[in-house]
């Protein structure tokens, strides 16, 4: 089956389900370029997306562990672009322990994914916020004793 897509410019776009693109139209090589890289995400059932904020001096958060502030303004509705497109979103016990994160959309428009919090030695504090909202379905996945 050929997903077939097309763009504000009336470019339509055929994808196949090996990532490959055709199209009668021409295409500049930037487009090109940009099309080789993105159509393989269009042509996968499933993925899982990595994300990380990240200071330029390389630091995923401050020496005491706070992350909030290492992300701008623009990374930050990118991660939220990312959430509105997922359907779960994973966090480890030291995260929800150190950023108490909401975990849903609000920089852009978009459903909030599920929230999985891995915490194998139940840690976590049960006052956090996704523990106590029901703005979208938690999964508090705790270790066998
Ligand atoms: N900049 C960013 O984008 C960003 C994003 C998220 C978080 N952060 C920061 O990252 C820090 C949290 O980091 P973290 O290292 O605690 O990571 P984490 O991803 O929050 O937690 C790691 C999880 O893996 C578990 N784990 C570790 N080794 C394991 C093993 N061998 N077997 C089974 N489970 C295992 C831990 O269990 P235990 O409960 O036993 O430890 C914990 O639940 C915070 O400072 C947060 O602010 C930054």
Do not use: F, K
Not at 83 to 91: F, G
Request: aromatic letters at 2%; glycine letters at 6%; a neutral charge.
């Amino acid at each position: 089956m050929a997903l077939r897509h097309r763009h504000a410019c009336n470019v339509a776009i055929t994808l196949t389900p090996t990532g490959e693109w055709q199209t009668a139209q021409s295409v500049t090589a930037e487009a090109r370029e940009l099309l080789d890289c993105l159509t393989p995400l269009a042509s996968r059932p499933a993925w899982v997306v990595a994300q990380l904020g990240q200071s330029m001096d390389g630091r995923i958060a401050t020496e005491s562990g706070h992350s909030h502030y290492i992300n701008g303004h623009e990374s930050l509705v990118h991660l939220h672009r990312l959430r509105a497109l997922v359907d779960a979103v994973v966090v480890g016990a030291g995260t929800a322990s150190a950023d108490n994160p909401q975990l849903t959309v609000r920089h852009v428009s978009g459903t909030h994914p599920a929230r999985v919090v891995l915490d194998p030695r139940g840690r976590i504090p049960s006052d956090l916020a996704l523990l106590n909202s029901d703005s979208a379905p938690t999964l508090h996945i705790v270790g066998l004793a």
